[in-house]
């Protein structure tokens, strides 16, 4: 594979990486119905719902942004080291 698609496999899942941080930051400064935050819920909450269901109850924390977060940079490392 070449080294323009690992660039662009990598960009895609800094996209994803960042797009959790920022959806997770909207969330503790607008309203849930603020269009910015409605978007970010659409993109994101199809990804942490199944995380979410799988983690135990924390009380107020939620642990599932940080669990896809490192899933996403997990995937990326071991695609990119099967391929090189």
Not at 23 to 46: C, D, K, W
Not at 51 to 60: E, S
Request: hydrophobic content about 55%; overall charge negative.
């Amino acid at each position: 594979m070449s080294s323009v698609s690992i660039a662009i496999f990598t960009l895609f899942t800094n996209l994803i990486t960042w797009g959790v941080i920022i959806h997770v930051v909207l969330g503790y400064f607008l309203s849930p119905y603020h269009p910015a935050r409605e978007i970010t819920s659409r993109i994101f909450e199809p990804l942490l719902a199944p995380i979410r269901q799988l983690l135990p109850q924390t009380g107020m924390i939620d642990f599932s942004p940080l669990v896809l977060i490192i899933l996403v940079q997990l995937f990326e490392m071991l695609i990119i080291s099967v391929i090189t």
